[in-house]
């Protein structure tokens, strides 16, 4: 099992410039999370998919952002016209379904500086 | 509003020193699953053990215990033994139950541990 993947590690973009990050699941996992971590906001929740449906969005910002997920195998997370508030780590974490599965396990995120 | 609080920015103690790291909680729902996370210096987060709030049973997983207080709305971590390679920021998270079939996690700020020789 070789845990929650994204890619790339690190991106540079410059302003204005698209970001597009990449997610792959632990095999068998359902639901997937986004997440951002800054030093000023901490760990806060972006959006949330299962079964490849978006669910829960509640946390991206309105503009720039999307998600996706078209395949159980992977999830991307995008960013548009890319700004310097936008840098931080973002994370994406699985998990099984159901109420006593809902253990998260992260992968090791993506940092994007935006310039 | 769904709310998880570390009071603690960092904590600092000598090894093999017991710790406890607090944290609070707020929600409506009377059924509710809190977390321990673990994010090393590398940035990786590791999940670390869970509270289902209708356990009255403190939970344990090795040398980590919670402490767990309902009425206080409060799930403290409790560290024994305490080792170097504990150094890490722990993070308190909560999932209730009913957020319209979101499944998302609310974190709390995150404290600092460091453990010294």
């Known amino acids: 099992n070789a845990g929650v993947i994204q890619t790339p590690r690190h991106k540079v973009t410059g302003k204005g410039q698209e970001a597009t990050l990449w997610c792959e699941p632990i095999?068998?996992?359902?639901?997937v999370f986004w997440y951002r971590q800054t030093i000023v906001q901490g760990l806060e929740f972006l959006t949330y998919f299962r079964n490849q449906a978006p669910i829960d969005d509640s946390g991206m910002p309105k503009e720039r952002f999307s998600a996706q997920m078209p395949n159980q195998s992977h999830s991307t997370l995008k960013i548009q016209s890319t700004q310097p508030q936008d840098s931080a780590v973002y994370l994406c974490?699985?998990?099984?379904?159901?109420?006593?599965?809902?253990?998260?396990?992260f992968g090791a995120g993506t940092r994007l500086s935006v310039l | 509003a769904q709310k998880v609080t570390q009071t603690q920015t960092s904590i600092s103690v000598m090894e093999k020193t017991t710790v406890t790291m607090d944290c609070v909680y707020e929600?409506?729902?009377?059924?509710?699953?809190l977390f321990w996370y673990k994010q090393t210096a590398s940035g990786e987060i590791v999940f670390l053990i869970r509270?289902?709030?209708?356990?009255?049973e403190n939970a344990t997983v090795g040398h980590y215990s919670l402490n767990f207080q309902k009425p206080k709305s409060s799930i403290g971590l409790i560290i024994t033994a305490t080792q170097i390679e504990d150094s890490a920021v722990y993070f308190c998270a909560m999932r209730p139950p009913n957020q319209g079939g979101s499944a998302k996690l609310i974190f709390g700020e995150g404290t600092k541990l460091t453990v010294s020789s």
């Open positions: 509270q289902d709030s209708y356990k009255k």
């Open positions: 929600t409506q729902d009377s059924s509710y699953f």
């Open positions: 974490a699985s998990s099984l379904l159901g109420v006593s599965q809902n253990t998260l396990y």
């Open positions: 095999s068998g996992h359902s639901a």
